[in-house]
């Protein structure tokens, strides 16, 4: 979601995104600094090296931990990206000899500026290594194409991908989101040179007017089964200004499929925006979340959860560049199987709080809501220092209140877990997790 100048209440854009992957698959948080690079220097992404550049930025990003590329990110000059898988009618060769949409995102985000060079960058890399590139954890047969959401402090950008062939238009203004479907149809204002003779070509248009680029491309069944439409209505909708605040954005990133008094993990489906994993027909779960406020002038803001479910979570303040989120670090850098980051303790807790949601969740949300109160009050013209200091402070109360938690459920929960529907989900992904990685 990108919410532009006229709709927010101090002028800023706002950046917000949810990253929906397997429930296992853990995400961290980390900060990359500016670095030069010697002249032939190659970069080795998910699955191909590439030639890096001579600069690249300082980033933030949330990714998955095996990952080289991120779900989303933002580096220091206010620029802001995140990326959804899209299912389209093109099919993959599968042999893992092009960039993933996470690389893309992040070869973005380290050597560009403004958003319209994001999407300049993205297009050529795309043009010239493609996207066959499996994007799944477990599931190493989930190969996708990509949309991006590209923000910064002047504009926004959406640009839709199928193989490599484009789609990009400008927002000028309002709010903007992106789910799991392609959106433009024929209000693009740049399109791939060969995507028109590619479609003519296939069958799938007849060469009349203007490329409907999405209904063309789309793989309509899937599109359908994502429930994209939903999500992204959901989500524009909640965004209707003016006044928005980075606020508003985390509620936005909180909605669920049902109202907040009838709503469970156990009757989760594709439609919430905070996504719960119920078995095959709805099997991601929301492993991170970012909102970003995008100054005229400044330097961007950025709040994270370091943790999945935003629902059952806090969003932190962070720097760019803050030394909390330095990959020496362990609060914010999970491993593939339990450990002592936050995110894997606020999981551990988020399962077991799952089977007995209706008693115990509204009293966990007013800590962590006072949590986030207490990191609004960040004073973003501090020094460096003590900035960092106190996004440590926050999230080290964070991991005092999900551990905490945790003891209070381990009394309760053994009652309650024989009769719940979800009792045999989570041993059933850690098995499948663990046999994955005997495979690798």
Same mark, same amino acid.
């Given at each position: 979601l990108a919410?532009?100048? /006229?709709?927010?209440?101090?002028? &800023?854009v706002?950046?917000?995104k ?6 296992n698959?853990?995400?961290?948080v ?9 002249q032939?220097?190659?970069v080795?992404c998910?699955?191909?090296a590439?030639p890096q550049v001579?600069h ?5 990003l949330?990714?998955?931990?095996q ?7 933002v580096?220091?000059h206010?620029l802001?990206i995140?990326?959804?898988?899209v ?8 042999r ?6 996470m690389?893309?995102l992040?070869l973005?985000l ?10 300049n ?5 795309l043009?010239?290594?493609g996207?066959d590139?499996?994007g ?6 989930f190969?996708?194409?990509n ?7 002047r504009?926004?950008?959406l640009?839709?991908?199928?193989d ?14 992106i789910?799991?479907?392609?959106t433009l149809?024929?209000?693009y204002?740049r ?10 070509k296939r069958?799938w248009w007849?060469?009349r007017?203007?490329?409907?680029f999405?209904?063309t491309?789309s ?6 089964? &994502? ?6 209505q959901?989500t524009?909708t909640a965004?209707?200004g003016p006044?928005?605040s980075?606020q508003d954005?985390m509620?936005?990133?909180?909605q669920?499929?049902?109202p907040d008094?009838r ?7 594709t439609?919430?925006?905070c996504?719960h994993? +119920?078995g095959?027909w709805?099997p991601?779960?929301? +492993?991170?979340?970012?909102v970003v ?11 994270? +959860?370091g ?5 059952i979570?806090?969003?932190?303040p962070?720097?760019?560049g &803050?030394?909390?989120?330095a ?7 999970p491993?593939?199987?339990?450990d002592g &980051?936050l ?6 807790m988020?399962r077991?709080l ?8 509204p009293?966990l949300?007013?800590?962590? /809501? ?5 990191g ?6 501090a020094a460096?220092e003590?900035?960092d200091?106190f996004s440590?402070s926050?999230?080290?109360k964070?991991?005092g ?5 945790h003891?209070?459920l381990?009394t309760?929960v053994?009652?309650?877990r024989?009769?719940?529907p979800?009792r ?5 992904l850690q098995q499948r997790?663990?046999n994955?990685?005997q495979?690798?």
């Amino acid at each position: 979601l990108a919410i532009l100048p /006229d709709l927010t209440a101090n002028g &800023s854009v706002i950046f917000a995104k949810n990253s929906d992957r397997e429930p296992n698959e853990a995400q961290e948080v980390v900060a990359l600094p500016a670095r030069d690079w010697p002249q032939g220097q190659q970069v080795t992404c998910t699955y191909i090296a590439i030639p890096q550049v001579r600069h690249t930025c300082a980033v933030v990003l949330s990714k998955p931990f095996q990952m080289w590329g991120a779900e989303m990110g933002v580096n220091e000059h206010g620029l802001a990206i995140g990326n959804e898988a899209v299912f389209t009618k093109v099919p993959f060769g599968k042999r893992n000899d092009g960039l993933t949409g996470m690389d893309l995102l992040r070869l973005a985000l380290e050597r560009c500026q403004t958003a319209e060079s994001a999407v300049n960058t993205i297009v050529a890399l795309l043009e010239r290594y493609g996207q066959d590139a499996c994007g799944g954890y477990t599931n190493r047969s989930f190969f996708y194409h990509n949309s991006f959401l590209i923000a910064d402090p002047r504009e926004v950008w959406l640009l839709e991908t199928v193989d490599r062939l484009w789609a990009a238009r400008r927002i000028a203004q309002g709010a903007v989101s992106i789910s799991n479907g392609l959106t433009l149809h024929t209000d693009y204002d740049r399109l791939s040179p060969a995507a028109p003779a590619f479609a003519k070509k296939r069958g799938w248009w007849d060469g009349r007017g203007r490329l409907p680029f999405a209904r063309t491309f789309s793989d309509r069944f899937y599109t359908r089964m &994502s429930n994209c439409r939903v999500r992204r209505q959901l989500t524009q909708t909640a965004a209707r200004g003016p006044g928005l605040s980075v606020q508003d954005a985390m509620r936005i990133l909180r909605q669920h499929n049902l109202p907040d008094d009838r709503f469970t993990p156990a009757k989760a489906t594709t439609a919430s925006v905070c996504m719960h994993a +119920t078995g095959p027909w709805n099997p991601s779960s929301t +492993t991170g979340s970012m909102v970003v406020e995008l100054p005229p002038n400044g330097a961007p803001r950025i709040w994270l +959860t370091g943790t999945s479910y935003p629902c059952i979570s806090a969003f932190k303040p962070f720097r760019v560049g &803050s030394a909390c989120l330095a990959a020496d670090q362990t609060w914010n850098r999970p491993g593939a199987l339990p450990d002592g &980051s936050l995110w894997w303790q606020s999981e551990r807790m988020a399962r077991m709080l799952a089977v007995c949601w209706k008693a115990w969740q509204p009293a966990l949300r007013a800590e962590l /809501d006072a949590l986030e109160r207490e990191g609004l009050t960040f004073d973003w013209a501090a020094a460096p220092e003590e900035q960092d200091r106190f996004s440590r402070s926050l999230v080290e109360k964070h991991l005092g209140i999900v551990q905490q938690w945790h003891r209070r459920l381990e009394t309760v929960v053994p009652r309650a877990r024989w009769r719940h529907p979800l009792r045999s989900l989570w041993p059933a992904l850690q098995q499948r997790q663990l046999n994955a990685l005997q495979r690798d």
